[in-house]
Each structure stands twice: as C-alpha cells, then as structure tokens.
C-alpha cells in the first residue's frame, strides 16, 4: 500500500469516527438536527473514500470518477445543511442541488479532455471550493451570537476552499495527477492532497464537534438554571447573570440597580385558594418581570415568591419608578383563579450599586429596603439610599417569614 493509499484508507476511518461522534451528539439531543445532517455528511465522504479506493479496478473509470465527484460534493451539501440548522439560517437546498447536478455533468464531459488540462482539473476542484465558501456565508449570516469558536470555524473553511482551489496549481507543479485514474493514488500529488485533506477536513470537523458540544452544554446549562413555573432564571441563575451584569455595567462605567420584590401574603393565597392559584400568581408577576426586562436586564425568582431583576444602565430613581409601575399594575390585575374583586400585591425594595460595593452588598440593602416596605404595611416600594444610610431593623418579618 502506497503512502496515498495509506492516507485514503486513515481518512476512511476518520470519517466512520467523526460519523459515529456527530449521531451521538444527535441521540444526546433528538431536536439536533444539524447533528443528523453532519453523520449523513460523513457517512457520504466513507462512500467517496471507498469508491477512491476502488477506480483501479475499472478498465472504464470514468463512472467512478464521476459517482466519486458527486458524492463527495454531496457531502459538503450535507455539511452545509448541517451548518445551516446548527446557526438558524434557512438552508439553500435548491441552489446547492442544481449546483451539484450541473457540476456532475460538467466533470463528466470534461473528462474527455487532455488528463492534465487545468480546465480538467478546475472543473473537479472548484465546486468543492465552492461548497465551501457557502459554509462560510451560512455562518456569517447567522443571526446568533458568535465567538471565537465561530470565528474560527469561518476561516478553516475559508483556507479550505482555497486549498481546493490551489490543488491544480499543486498539480501541476508535482507533475500532475497521474497518466489516467487508475495511476492516480500512486501519484506524488494524491500522497499530497490526501494529506491536505485530511489536516482540514480534522479541523473543520473537530471545530464543529466542540461547537455542538459547546451549546449542548450551554443548553444544559441554561435548563439547569432555570425555574420552570416562572420561566426565569432560578436563584443561582440568577445571581451568577447578574453578577456577570453588574461587573460589566461598572467596567463601562455605567448605573446598576436592583429591585427585589416580594408578593404580599402569598401563604393565605395558598391557604384559601390553593396551591395551583397560589402558582398562577407566581406566573403572572413573572410576566410583569418578563415584559419589563430588557435585553440587557437580568431576572429571577429567587425565592418562592420572591423575583428580583437587576438593570444594568439605570439609576436608583429609574429603577424606583420602574418598581412603582409594577406594583401599580399588579396591584390592579384580575387573576382569574381567585375571585373577581380579589387583587394581589407585591413589595418592593430597590438600591442602586454604590462605588466599592460587590454583588452580594447590593443584595443586601435591596433586601433591606424590602423588609422596610413590607414593615411599612405592604404594596409599597422603598429604597436604599446608600451603604453609610442604611440601618438594618430587626423585625418579627425577619424571624417569621415576610408574607
């Protein structure tokens, strides 16, 4: 066995392995369907190698050239779709399939020409280079955020496109591609392009890999996060988001506030209606905390009746008002689990991060100008005026629970 040879029967078995990684990332996660796209990608790049391997054994060679053409060129379509489902941009499905059928038949009546024709030679090279390059729009395109991850795998595709379209020019120069077909794989540039192509087709797929494992985890993450009856992030989630916020707002130097509220009573909610309208209450303040988060905001349920929403960019005065229009309009919402002219309200404490001051300082004087309006009678929003101004209290609502 030749030293190409040898190559195209390691890329073989590299492709069944990078098939069998893809369809586990795909059973890990059966809504993953760029994964089901990449396994079907690799799986068509084994077929090609195992046709590479079998044109010496054709008198004709030319179906097999041009069947190992189209499966390889089908392979980076299936990549594209792959590419196209994981970054949430419509794959171009018929454009890619017209390209493949018309540069099918363009290397099939290009075979009559001279063997070492740089028009020959282009005609095989460049529609992978093409598919390519349509990896890259696919990820540029994208509307979702991109890191280094993304960045990277934009221009290995990139460099891999122009490898493809280099390998004439390398061709040529290590004096050509072999007599015929069949002398091909016992060519000095086959030992290259194998190689070529075995260092990128290891990067673009390893690179996809950990991006798919990447937002596997992220999503793990994320659900691991969250509290399911509020759809907001739970306590630690909560606290590590905001803290991620707060340091950002104070590296640009930029107001944070924090509100903390708590609903008013929620135990006789509980006691006199039920534990289910008890959950509808939390559900509905959680809308309130949902449409008035921005972006940029950050909020949770960080207790059982207990949310708070931290507001990079705002001051104490704009988060108060922003407190009072909550409870102004919770205050007058019907639940329609608890009777008609039954309303629910909410207390609120809000402070405003103050300079040498970390997270869980901030939390601390919120949840003290909390206690403060609950001490004060309820339904009522008040406000940390600053770490040298508080006074804590201690309150039988301390002890007991606030209620």
């Known amino acids: 066995m030749g030293g190409a040879e040898f190559i195209l029967a390691i890329n073989l078995l590299v492709a069944g392995l990078l098939a069998a990684a893809f369809m586990t990332v795909s059973f890990y996660d059966v809504g993953r369907v760029s994964a089901r796209w990449l396994v079907l990608g690799y799986l068509l790049g084994m077929a090609y190698f195992a046709i590479e391997f079998s044109v010496p054994a054709f008198d004709n060679a030319r179906p097999a050239v041009v069947a190992g053409f189209a499966v390889f060129l089908g392979a980076t379509i299936a990549f594209n779709g792959g590419l196209a489902h994981k970054y949430g941009v419509a794959p171009p499905w018929v454009p890619m399939l017209v390209f493949l059928f018309a540069a099918t038949a363009a290397v099939y009546f290009v075979e009559d020409l001279p063997r070492q024709s740089l028009a020959r030679m282009m005609a095989y090279q460049l529609p992978y280079a093409a598919m390519q390059f349509v ?4 990820v540029w395109s994208s509307r979702q955020r991109r890191d280094w991850l993304d960045h990277a795998l934009m ?6 496109a122009l490898q493809f379209v280099s390998k004439p020019f390398i061709a040529h120069a290590l004096g050509g591609w072999g007599v015929n077909p069949q ?3 016992q060519s000095n540039y086959a030992l290259v392009s194998q190689s070529l192509g075995t ?3 290891m990067a673009i797929a390893l690179l996809m890999l950990v991006i798919l494992v990447r937002d596997v985890l992220a999503e793990a993450t994320s659900k691991s996060e969250m509290d399911t009856l509020s759809r907001l992030l739970n306590r630690g989630g909560f606290e590590r988001h905001a803290e991620l916020a707060m340091r950002d707002a ?16 929620f135990k006789s909610i509980n006691d006199g209606f039920g534990h289910a309208s008890g959950d509808r209450v939390i559900g509905a303040f959680a809308g309130f905390l949902r ?3 921005a972006d940029h905001h950050v909020a949770g349920r960080v207790g059982g009746e207990e949310f708070a929403i931290i507001l990079p960019g705002t001051n104490l005065a704009a988060a108060r008002l922003l407190a009072e229009g909550m409870r102004s309009a919770f205050g007058a919402l019907p639940i329609d689990c608890l009777p008609v002219d039954h309303r629910c309200s909410a207390s609120f404490g809000v402070a405003e991060l103050q300079p040498g001051e970390g997270f869980t300082d901030l939390m601390r ?4 100008a909390l206690y403060q309006a609950k001490r004060s009678g309820r339904d009522r929003v008040r406000i940390s005026l600053g770490p040298a101004l508080q006074t804590p209290v201690a309150t039988p609502d301390r002890i007991n629970g606030r209620g």
């Open 199 to 201: 260092v990128f087709g």
């Open 365 to 368: 004087r919120a949840d003290d």
């Open 135 to 138: 990896g890259v729009g696919i």
């Open 183 to 185: 002398a091909y794989l």
């Open 250 to 265: 104070v590296r640009k130097g930029i107001p944070v506030a924090l509100v903390i509220a708590d609903l008013d009573h």
């Open 291 to 293: 449409d008035a988060a």
């Open 155 to 160: 221009a290995v595709l990139a460099a891999s």
